[in-house]
């Protein structure tokens, strides 16, 4: 596949559910969020979940979903919950796309930082998050289990001049992803 995918950013809704646990599965293994966790995190204040769909235009109606993303936000900084990109898409910038979405999320609820953890052994994530410059704060030791995997946490300071302009990589069609209710 090439350097570039184009792809569409939508609210991820519960219908997605059965397609997320399949990714879940895929991506995190025994880490993986069942079902009800999903529908629970869904659902919970302050979340804000994103779907992105591969633009396909010899395709009609929705595609199946490649990526998925989300955060809470708390009143004050948001976390980044989960950012998942089927294995056939990744390195085509979807992931980079679907950050985008979260930290501009973050910009217009007003969050001072972003906030997440990540695997210590997750390299492209890392570089990634690197890459938008997040920064290191510090390691939750066997913070993923049941495999004991220490994970870093990390952090954003969004301010005035904290750009994400050349971030992603996949191009973005319709990527303003409207607000649901109840949901941050």
Not at 103 to 117: F, H, M, T, W, Y
Not at 172 to 184: F, K, L, M, S, Y
């Amino acid at each position: 596949m090439s350097a570039h995918y184009e792809v569409k950013l939508r609210p991820l809704r519960a219908a997605d559910l059965p397609r997320v646990v399949r990714l879940e599965q895929q991506l995190f293994g025994s880490s993986a969020w069942t079902y009800g966790m999903l529908a629970e995190e869904l659902g919970a204040l302050g979340r804000w979940y994103v779907a992105a769909e591969p633009v396909r235009l010899y395709a009609a109606g929705p595609q199946e979903l490649i990526g998925y993303a989300g955060l809470w936000f708390d009143g004050d900084v948001t976390q980044i919950m989960t950012i998942g990109v089927d294995p056939q898409y990744q390195h085509l910038g979807i992931g980079s796309v679907l950050l985008t979405a979260l930290i501009d999320r973050s910009r217009q609820v007003g969050a001072s930082a972003v906030l997440l953890e990540v695997r210590v052994d997750n390299d492209a994530a890392l570089a990634m998050y690197g890459k938008f410059g997040f920064e290191q704060l510090g390691i939750r030791k066997r913070y993923y289990q049941p495999e004991d995997v220490d994970a870093y946490t990390m952090r954003l300071e969004l301010t005035d001049d904290s750009a994400t302009d050349d971030a992603p990589a996949a191009e973005i069609r319709d990527a303003a992803v409207p607000d649901e209710p109840g949901v941050a």
